[in-house]
């Protein structure tokens, strides 16, 4: 069973400032990783894809690279709204689960 | 517009039942993937159950035996029967669409039913 770690587990940014959240796999996953924004009391939002393809209406502040185990999101500024919960998730194709990552909280400094 | 909304969740008692429906709308169900995930009081997204579109289902070990997925087409629903319900069930269920492009996501995601076990 593949486990995915985030890291850190809450990282305090300034708004304007770029953040940097980091998703490790235990075994190599490719580019089979994507990930998502959860404010509290709403439904999780898909913000990338195949470790690097935004979703739809996703602005280009963020962006997400890696490959095998190692996988980031960047959010080259941050506005008021994107403070939120960051998971991310893999899939493996037997047995056909997803897996989520812990989370890493992005709070105001 | 795809919408995906969730109701049936509530209090139940530690061996209860309870059975969770996701209503979905704005695309060709038939067509997709279903599956639910849950969120426990303050922790992280749980990938509960799926179902694909030839009926075939998958479960967490947690709930194997448990829970029962399922979907009916001509309703445009998605279902979990959950039983034998436990305190470690108490979680904010949503369903979610999921979707394939070079690798398997969830596009769409709903506002979630909260499931209480507890006497």
């Known amino acids: 069973e593949i486990v995915m770690t985030q890291s850190p587990a809450t990282l305090s940014v300034s708004p304007g400032e770029r953040a940097t959240l980091s998703c490790r796999a235990s075994q190599s996953v490719s580019t089979n990783l994507a990930w998502y924004q959860h404010k509290p009391g709403q439904a999780p939002r898909l913000l990338i894809y195949?470790?690097?393809t935004r979703a739809t209406g996703i602005p280009a502040t963020f962006s997400g690279s890696g490959s095998g185990t190692e996988f980031t999101l960047t959010i080259s500024s941050l506005q008021s709204e994107d403070f939120a919960v960051y998971y991310c998730?893999?899939?493996?194709?037997?047995?056909?689960?997803?897996?989520f990552g812990p989370g890493t909280k992005v709070d105001i400094k | 517009e795809v919408q995906l909304v969730e109701s049936g969740g509530g209090l139940v008692q530690p061996g209860g039942s309870l059975r969770l429906s996701c209503a979905a709308s704005g695309f060709s169900f038939s067509n997709y993937d279903m599956h639910w995930v849950r969120q426990a009081p303050g922790k992280g997204l749980e990938w509960v159950s799926a179902?694909?579109?030839?009926?075939?289902?998958y479960y967490a070990d947690s709930v194997k035996g448990r829970f029962t997925i399922s979907r009916e087409s001509a309703r445009n629903s998605l279902y979990l029967q959950m039983n034998s319900l436990r305190a470690g069930d108490t979680a904010v269920y949503f369903c979610?669409?999921?979707?394939?492009?070079?690798?398997?996501?969830?596009?769409?995601w709903g506002q979630g039913a909260l499931v209480t076990v507890s006497s």
């Open positions: 179902v694909g579109t030839a009926d075939d289902s």
């Open positions: 195949g470790a690097s």
């Open positions: 998730q893999q899939y493996s194709s037997w047995p056909p689960i997803f897996t």
């Open positions: 979610a669409r999921a979707k394939y492009s070079s690798t398997w996501y969830y596009d769409y």
